[in-house]
T-cell receptor, first 113, second 114 residues
Framework: EAGVAQSPRYKIIEKRQSVAFWCNPI?????LYWYQQILGQGPKLLIQ????????DSQLPKDRFSAERLKGVDSTLKIQPAKLEDSAVYLC???????????FGAGSRLTVL | AQSVTQPDIHITVSEGASLELRCNYS??????LFWYVQSPGQGLQLLLK??????LVQGIKGFEAEFKRSQSSFNLRKPSVHWSDAAEYFC????????????FGKGTHLIIQP
């Protein structure tokens, strides 16, 4: 089965610019997650979707981060404007609803200069 | 507050030697417990999980982990490591009984000496 697809793999931007990351989960996986992994730390959950609805976005910095999953399949995470501290790997994961065994994509590495 | 602690930031082990990576959690009830491995430039791969039942769980690549309720621990073990095991290892918990995303520890970086 195809894995979780993410793009782009790498992105370098200046602070105050915007960036968007895309994720296509495993087919049939209703739950989709975005995690932020800062260098030297474990991944931190940003947002969790169940189909096209948001389950948990309590740790999403909503003043600059937004995410959507309009058709309940692929998802986009946007950062606008970016700050230096947003430099991280953004991981997308998906799971069968309620099974909580997550499959992760390879991640999108963001560098903010 | 609920938390996951991996006390060792780095561990160095000789190839062929045994390995134990520590994980402790702070939570009132028994959460679902996981170990993931992350190789450079790659996403996280699930090694094993514990939901209930037998406290010794077997995973992929020869890894096992033991849940000890009295110690709030879920340590990962491997009897003989290979150079390809060099990676970052993350312990994670699901505090929501299957409905929530995972909370991860900060990770342990495993170095294999020849």
């Amino acid at each position: 089965e195809a894995g979780v697809a993410q793009s782009p793999r790498y992105k370098i931007i200046e602070k105050r610019q915007s960036v968007a990351f895309w994720c296509n989960p495993i087919s049939g996986h209703a739950t989709l997650y975005w995690y932020q992994q800062i260098l030297g730390q474990g991944p931190k959950l940003l947002i969790q979707f169940q189909n096209n609805g948001v389950v948990d976005d309590s740790q999403l910095p909503k003043d600059r981060f937004s995410a959507e999953r309009l058709k309940g399949v692929d998802s986009t995470l946007k950062i606008q404007p970016a700050k230096l501290e947003d430099s991280a790997v953004y991981l997308c994961a998906s799971s069968v609803s309620g099974a909580n065994v997550l499959t992760f994509g390879a991640g999108s590495r963001l560098t903010v200069l | 507050a609920q938390s996951v602690t991996q006390p060792d930031i780095h561990i160095t082990v000789s190839e062929g030697a045994s390995l134990e990576l520590r994980c402790n959690y702070s939570y009132g009830a028994t959460p679902y417990l996981f170990w993931y491995v992350q190789s450079p430039g790659q996403g996280l791969q699930l090694l094993l999980k514990y939901f209930s039942g037998d406290t010794l769980v077997q995973g992929i690549k020869g890894f096992e982990a033991e849940f000890k309720r009295s110690q709030s621990s879920f340590n990962l073990r491997k009897p003989s490591v290979h150079w390809s095991d060099a990676a970052e290892y993350f312990c994670a918990v699901d505090l929501g009984g299957g409905a929530d995303g995972l909370t991860f520890g900060k990770g342990t970086h495993l170095i294999i000496q020849p």
